[in-house]
């Protein structure tokens, strides 16, 4: 599938280029140039109520340890009615680490996350800046196991799979992460998130730029929101290369 046909593919047209950013151009620079003057319609995803979280469980484990771990968690009311525990997918030494939500009903059958509609959307998403899933790739998700009726997570739900999720990046070390929808944002930055505010601004995770934009499943249901959503992948681009020193 040639690039045209993947922007084609998220409803987005004319087929814009990336430019590259110059060797020394600042994050705040990158930040200015991708911030639009109009405001994207908000996700309608509930919002998360912040909980404080317990000390990790997970501190200090490698990733069969942690992996088995998670296999096994009963932390939460989701243990009792998921089909398996959904780590997560990809490269363990990526510079891109993208956190979605939580499992699906597919992704729960599967053990891998974002397999669906959504899924090949993100992989779409991937190409069009340049990226492919499990190549400098992680992909995980907020949640380990599938909420049921694929509901947003309860926020105690998020609080016991939080633990996994921080010991995932610390093993994974990735130089820029990236917040699929709402839900995902608020977990990793334990604050009252809008997408419409958030989007388009470098966050911080612990030291890490963090970006937030919409989950391929709302793009699905929200095309116009798609360009949007190309914005962003461009702004992850310019903000990598801003990383890398390119």
């Not at 501190?59 to 525990?85: F, I, P, S, Y």
């Not at 779409?124 to 907020?142: P, Q």
């Not at 599938?146 to 996994?164: H, I």
Request: overall charge neutral; aromatic content about 4%.
């Amino acid at each position: 599938m040639s690039r045209n046909d993947i922007l084609r593919e998220m409803g987005l047209g004319p087929v814009w280029k990336l430019r590259a950013a110059p060797a020394a151009m600042p994050v705040e620079q990158a930040m200015m140039a991708s911030t639009v003057a109009a405001e994207p319609l908000p996700e309608t995803a509930p919002a998360i109520p912040v909980v404080p979280v317990s000390p990790a469980p997970s501190a200090g484990m490698d990733w069969d340890e942690l992996a088995a771990t998670v296999a096994a968690c009963r932390q939460c009311r989701l243990g009792e009615t998921r089909k398996q525990a959904v780590l997560g997918v990809g490269d363990r030494n990526a510079d891109w680490l993208f956190v979605g939500e939580g499992p699906g009903a597919e992704e729960d059958e599967r053990g891998e996350p974002f397999v669906g509609q959504a899924g090949k959307l993100l992989d779409n998403m991937l190409a069009a800046i340049g990226l492919k899933r499990g190549e400098d790739v992680y992909i995980a998700n907020a949640v380990k196991c599938r909420p049921p009726e694929n509901r947003t997570p309860a926020p105690e739900e998020a609080a016991a799979c939080k633990p996994y999720l921080e010991r995932q990046i610390e093993l994974i070390q990735p130089k820029l992460i990236v917040a699929l929808g709402r839900p995902a944002a608020q977990t990793l930055l334990q604050a009252e998130v809008k997408i419409a505010a958030a989007r388009g601004k470098l966050h911080d995770y612990r030291g890490i730029p963090l970006i937030v934009t919409y989950h391929p499943a709302y793009l699905l249901r929200t095309l116009p929101d798609k360009a949007r959503a190309w914005e962003d992948l461009c702004f992850m681009r310019r903000t990598m290369q801003e990383r890398k020193g390119d």
